[in-house]
């Protein structure tokens, strides 16, 4: 593997990690928050954090919070989830597009949850 794979992987999987902290973050200000699986000594488990993932998606809808940020929520998740589901893809087969459309989902991602995560953070101060 060159060193520029290399880079790529790594590069890429930071972001995922970088995007599922913020999912971590939004869902602990929730009303009702959310815990997700953390790093046990810096060990990623990509299976449980799908799955924990995979769950706000089912259990956001029984949040008390506007439908646009639960749309927000349910939105970023759903772009990490395919970044994650591709990121696989990619360590298999190293597809220049398909680092742009894991890129494309987690830059997605993350716009949204931004805007959830301020909307949260402001009702909270109100």
Known sequence: ?????????????????????????????????????????DVIHGAEMIEGVARVVDLIEDEPIDEDLQAGIWGGCLHWLSAAHLYGRYLELQEHLVSLEIRINLVTAGEALHIVAHELLDSQED
Do not use: A, H, K, W
Request: glycine letters at 8%.
């Open 1 to 41: 593997m060159s060193d520029e794979s290399e880079r790529e992987i790594q590069d890429l999987g930071r972001s995922i990690i970088g995007i599922y902290t913020l999912i971590t973050r939004v869902c602990g200000l929730l009303p009702l928050p959310i815990r997700l699986p953390d790093f046990v000594d």
